[in-house]
């Protein structure tokens, strides 16, 4: 019987958990805004992780750009919540950092809008259809 989650899953796990704690509390930059961190994929040699996240910043301007500085600051302090992490995990090497921001999120409200604009598109059709007289296939 294989096992549920593979060890890899269960570091994946706790590094996101671990991860967001340290960048709720330790990472001070203004450029940052709330982050949420979606998920991280561990490779099998445990020699790099995968971290993407989101971003609520707190700047106004351009939301590619917040997006930009937003990672620019999470790949910056990679080191440093590398070594927090190790501090926390005990595995005999830590995995290196990678932060990707996650465009899932804005994907799926586009998705989301335009299902909407779909649904209300065929109501209009048939009330018009109603209207009219005629039916609609």
Known sequence: ???????????????????????????????LGMVTINAVKVSKDL???????????SLDGDET??????????????????????????LRVMPQLRFHYDHS????QTLSRLID???QRDRSLGEQAEDD?????
Do not use: C, H, W
């Open 65 to 90: 750009e917040q997006q930009k500085a937003a990672e620019e600051v999470l790949t910056n302090a990679a080191g440093f919540l590398r070594m927090e992490l190790s501090r926390g995990i005990r």
């Open 105 to 108: 999120v804005e994907r799926g």
């Open 47 to 57: 020699s790099y992780s995968e971290v993407y996240f989101t971003a609520l910043s």
């Open 1 to 31: 019987m294989p096992r549920d989650f593979s060890r890899t899953d269960r570091i994946a796990d706790q590094i996101q958990k671990d991860l967001a704690a340290l960048i709720q509390r330790e990472l001070k930059d203004p450029r």
């Open 133 to 137: 007289g005629t039916e609609t296939e």
């Open 117 to 119: 604009s779909a649904r």
